[in-house]
């Protein structure tokens, strides 16, 4: 079978050097935010071309912290789309606010930037855009809109790590961008991880503190801008004791292991000869693949699309998946239901049929394999079991 994606050919390509800086790690003692979280913090924003990164447990609460230090709770919506994982809109939720979905693209599938505006109203506190799949969304629009109505972005980068939009990285566009490095990403770690990445040097403050219990001066911080007031943090007196056993708000337990920041210290120079050999291989998609009954993906001409998954239409979805399992070709679905039909949303109130670019992508998307280490024999396999389908 070749599979969807394949961790382990990465991990035999790099052995030797991410066994010794697990190693390291181990030997180090230091395992919480150690030397090596700390330096993958500064690599990983240098490498999105911004100031501060702020390393995290996972994906999810990248979103969770990002939405905390934006100051967004209860009362408060935020507008996302409603095609993407869950976790986006469970983040939106877990800080108290209520998501707000619009459809999806009907050509590149990420938000639709021209749906966005009617949904403002005066609760609306927040835009997450997704760059779905590997691809960013119009973000020159999606920007115009939040300074007009004073909305923070917070992008969705955990498909797109190393993405660019008009050749700036993926992150770097809104007040904050979360990444996930969850093992299937186009940089992924051993287990879970995440980060917040920024400019602003207060929002940067506020996610360390978010990160950790809310304690210590970025906790204080934290507690003056949830309540409004001027707070001297320099003043802070610690009694000689740790900063972490001194709390300001409600945060949470969540850092990027100095273990998963020394694997992915080891990847992040490999990434965009990943995401290369990923749009080599999704070219040879786009040329060989010649099936009328399947279309395949549009990018963006703004965009460098890094292909985290390759995702084709078909109307006979169920038959296409069967008849390529039992040539031994794995698919997925990347979403099946969209996030406003989620019966967790219920109480929402959406209705099938009021997003329907979203329901049609869940109901006839198909994603087919896509990672660096396919050889050109299993691609060539994929094209023409592909091209062999009746339908
Ligand atoms: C679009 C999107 N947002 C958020 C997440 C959450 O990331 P994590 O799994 O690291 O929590 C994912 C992960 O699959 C994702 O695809």
Known sequence: MIPLMNVTKQYEHLEQELDAAALRVLHSGKYILGEDEQEFEKEFAAYCGVKYAVGVGNGTDALVIALSAAGIGTGDEVITSAMSFFATAEAIAAVGAKPVFVDCRRDTYVIDETAIESKINEHTKAIIPVHLYGQCANMDTILNIAQKHHLYVIEDCAQAAGALYHGKKAGSFGDMGCVSFFPTKNLGCAGDGGMILTDNEELYSLCQAYRVHGSGTNGLLAYSRKKGISVDTSALDFHGNLPKYYNFVIGHNSRLDTLQAALLRVKLPHLDGWNARRREIAKRYQQEITNPKVKQPICDSANTHIFYVYVLEVENRAAFR??????????????????????????????????????????????????????????????????????
């Open 322 to 391: 069967e008849y390529l399992e039992k040539q031994g070709v794995t698919t997925g679905v990347y979403f099946p239901v969209p996030l406003h039909l989620q019966k967790v949303f219920e109480e929402l109130g959406y209705q099938e049929g009021d997003l329907p670019n979203a329901e049609y992508l869940a109901d006839h998307g198909v994603a087919i394999p896509m990672f660096a280490e396919l050889t050109e024999h299993e691609i060539g396999k994929i094209i023409q079991s592909i091209n062999a389908w009746e339908g």
